[in-house]
């Protein structure tokens, strides 16, 4: 019975990393987005598509030149954008422990959840400008298209 308690705490491991290891990417390919093709969101610009954080760069970029409103609007959830990254570099460090740790990740995985309800919501219902589909001016449509013509 003591196996059976460790297995699934392992897997909610595995699960935190992979979710940390996705969010980094994120954050990687925004950085060679923004200041290095100067085109945005890379992973918008490969495959047509945002992500879950879509708006997180310029929400914060109001909220830092003063304008809460438009912050709000570029991205709802931006204001938790910071201790989501605290709570991952804690928790790929080894850090976070104690007494509150099951608080802790229970917090955490609502967050997700909540980024995944918001962005679902942009996406389909919502229909804004800030997130939209545009597959057809990604780069894997280009390739397609191209590989079609030969």
């Keep these: 019975m003591l196996q059976y308690t460790q297995t699934p705490y392992r897997?909610?491991?595995?699960?935190?990393?992979?979710?940390?290891?996705i969010c980094c990417v994120i954050i990687i390919f925004e950085i060679i987005g923004l200041y290095i093709l100067g085109r945005g969101c890379i992973f918008k610009f490969i495959y047509?598509?945002?992500?879950?954080?879509?708006?997180?760069?310029?929400?914060?970029?109001?909220?830092?030149?003063?304008?809460?409103?438009?912050?709000?609007?570029?991205?709802p959830l931006f204001i938790l954008a910071p201790?989501?990254?605290?709570?991952?570099?804690?928790?790929?460090?080894?850090?976070?422990?104690?007494e509150y740790k099951k608080i802790i990740n229970i917090i955490f995985y609502i967050c997700v959840a909540l980024f995944i309800i918001v962005y679902i919501i942009r996406l389909v219902?919502?229909?804004e400008d800030i997130i939209y589909i545009d597959f057809e001016n990604s780069l894997i449509a280009k390739i397609i298209i191209n590989l079609n013509r030969k």
């Design 11 to 21: 897997m909610n491991n595995k699960i935190k990393k992979n979710i940390i290891i």
């Design 48 to 75: 047509g598509i945002p992500c879950l954080t879509c708006g997180l760069t310029r929400a914060w970029i109001s909220f830092i030149r003063g304008d809460i409103s438009k912050a709000f609007y570029y991205h």
């Design 125 to 127: 219902i919502i229909k």
């Design 83 to 98: 201790f989501l990254c605290i709570y991952m570099l804690e928790e790929f460090k080894g850090k976070l422990g104690g």
